[in-house]
């Protein structure tokens, strides 16, 4: 069997590396294997988390092909988006703190598990053509972000901010990013991006241990607040799929990548 989680310690720290080659599309199974992997490292009594992915790419996003699959099948999609928005409430709910190494570019489901972690390293590419991107690109696929996902954004970039971006489907380049706090932490390249993290946890580590857990919990009551039912409405965003600007999208979506 295919392993969709590559799991390496380091020390008291554990890195859960996507590994769904080409580029770590969320399907419903590596979601699964998310939070499987998360919940085994909490249980496990591991101080920190890093989630990782391939060089030059952290996850190009929800599996769109895999979910249009579907096709018609309202029980199957509605799974598949319970296992994304599953590992994004895991992350947000964990009780030590995760770090988001992202290697690479990190659209729309990447950006989403991001804003669930503490802290954000992103990697610049070699290539100043070509940035490295993240964002909730959603409106240019014929989605609308929910409140929930909406609120994680607004927590680190302002309301006003995230509503340009929203609105627009804009995606940013690592560079814009670390100017307006979408993430935190630029590395030169994706082979530096886990040591930062890592690092990063290893000053968080350093502190009064409870104090240090416990004021972590108060600063992200807002973000778990988010993630619940009420704010994501499932239902609504799984029958806001089938609508004909989404299906055009999608497909016109599915259609580009299919050429590359």
């Avoid at 659209?107 to 590419?125: F, I, K, N, T």
């Avoid at 670390?178 to 390249?189: F, P, S, T």
Wanted: proline content about 4%; charged content about 20%; glycine content about 8%.
């Amino acid at each position: 069997m295919t392993t969709l989680i590559e799991v390496i310690n380091h020390g008291p720290i554990r890195e859960l590396r996507l590994a769904r080659p080409p580029v770590n599309a969320l399907d419903t199974e590596l979601c699964r294997a998310l939070i499987a992997a998360l919940n085994q490292a909490i249980a496990e009594d591991v101080q920190g988390i890093v989630v990782s992915g391939s060089e030059r790419i952290f996850t190009g996003g929800m599996d769109v092909p895999h979910l249009l699959g579907h096709g018609n099948d309202r029980h199957k999609l509605l799974d598949s988006w319970q296992a994304f928005f599953g590992a994004a409430r895991v992350i947000a709910e964990s009780r030590i703190p995760v770090v988001a190494a992202l290697t690479g570019h990190s659209p729309a489901g990447g950006c989403v598990l991001a804003l669930c972690c503490d802290y954000r390293v992103m990697a610049q590419s070699a290539d100043p053509a070509k940035p490295y991107v993240i964002g909730l690109n959603e409106v240019q696929v014929g989605l609308v972000a929910p409140e929930g996902i909406q609120r994680l954004l607004r927590r680190v970039v302002g309301a006003h901010r995230a509503g340009v971006l929203l609105a627009g489907g804009e995606l940013v380049s690592a560079e814009r990013a670390l100017e307006i706090g979408l993430v935190d932490e630029l590395a030169d390249d994706a082979t530096q991006v886990v040591a930062r993290a890592i690092g990063w946890l290893q000053t968080q580590l350093a502190l009064p241990h409870q104090p240090m857990l416990q004021t972590r919990a108060i600063a992200r009551a807002d973000l778990h607040e988010a993630m619940q039912a009420e704010h994501i409405q499932l239902e609504r965003f799984v029958e806001a799929w089938y609508s004909a600007d989404a299906q055009t999208a999608l497909q016109a979506l599915v259609a580009r990548l299919g050429k590359r």
